[in-house]
T-cell receptor, first 114, second 111 residues
Framework: KQEVTQIPAALSVPEGENLVLNCSFTDSAIYNLQWFRQDPGKGLTSLLLIQSSQREQTSGRLNASLDKSSGRSTLYIAASQPGDSATYLCAVRLSSGSARQLTFGSGTQLTVLP | EAGVVQSPRYKIIEKKQPVAFWCNPISGHNTLYWYRQNLGQGPELLIRYENEEAVDDSQLPKDRFSAERLKGVDSTLKIQPAELGDSAVYLC?????????FGPGTRLTVT
């Protein structure tokens, strides 16, 4: 069974800092990996999707990397802003079986202090 | 384009009462998902529909939970009777070619 772990569970940084969120997964036979943002009381917003054949994806100040062989992904946020405060979730989809099922980590709660 | 719509946004009920959640997916998305998210955890899949067919309901507690997706568009998730442990956020998502789009969720509190 695929397990997804996110470390740290919570992170607080001053505005302007660059930061890295970590995600690890136990089964490397993934189809893709997705990073989401969740604001309090809201649903999930997709930030970046990395296909298994890709190494990284970038969107604005966000960069996500994928190392399938080691079962790791990182989300890099440059020049953090208070508006980046949210919970960040990573989710993986396996290549076989229930191919469209996402397995989520528990998230990293990020607070960017002004 | 409208996103995934869910209602109600919040629901408070007493245990043993029934409750229903409604989801309207993005137009044209044939795949619909219901997830449950407990506090401090990531969402967990309850059921997945391909059009009107439930193709993955292995994690749906069938003794009290039921779902339907008539005509392959809107979907309803029902709990009867609700238990204290059912308090959570129930998220609906839809997809067309893999990438899932989530609704705002329904926060259920069972007292």
């Amino acid at each position: 069974k695929q397990e997804v772990t996110q470390i740290p569970a919570a992170l607080s940084v001053p505005e302007g800092e660059n930061l890295v969120l970590n995600c690890s997964f136990t089964d490397s036979a993934i189809y893709n990996l997705q990073w989401f943002r969740q604001d309090p009381g809201k649903g999930l917003t997709s930030l970046l999707l990395i296909q298994s054949s890709q190494r990284e994806q970038t969107s604005g100040r966000l960069n996500a990397s994928l190392d399938k062989s080691s079962g790791r992904s990182t989300l890099y946020i440059a020049a953090s802003q208070p508006g980046d405060s949210a919970t960040y979730l990573c989710a993986v989809r396996l290549s076989s079986g229930s191919a469209r099922q996402l397995t989520f980590g528990s998230g990293t709660q990020l607070t960017v202090l002004p | 384009e409208a996103g995934v719509v869910q209602s109600p946004r919040y629901k408070i009920i007493e245990k043993k009462q029934p409750v229903a959640f409604w989801c309207n997916p993005i137009s044209g998305h044939n795949t619909l998902y219901w997830y449950r998210q407990n506090l401090g955890q990531g969402p967990e899949l309850l059921i997945r529909y391909e059009n009107e067919e439930a193709v993955d309901d292995s994690q749906l507690p069938k003794d009290r939970f039921s779902a339907e997706r008539l005509k392959g568009v809107d979907s309803t998730l029902k709990i009867q009777p609700a238990e204290l442990g059912d308090s959570a956020v129930y998220l609906c998502a839809s997809s067309l070619r893999g990438e899932q789009y989530f609704g705002p969720g329904t926060r259920l509190t069972v007292t």
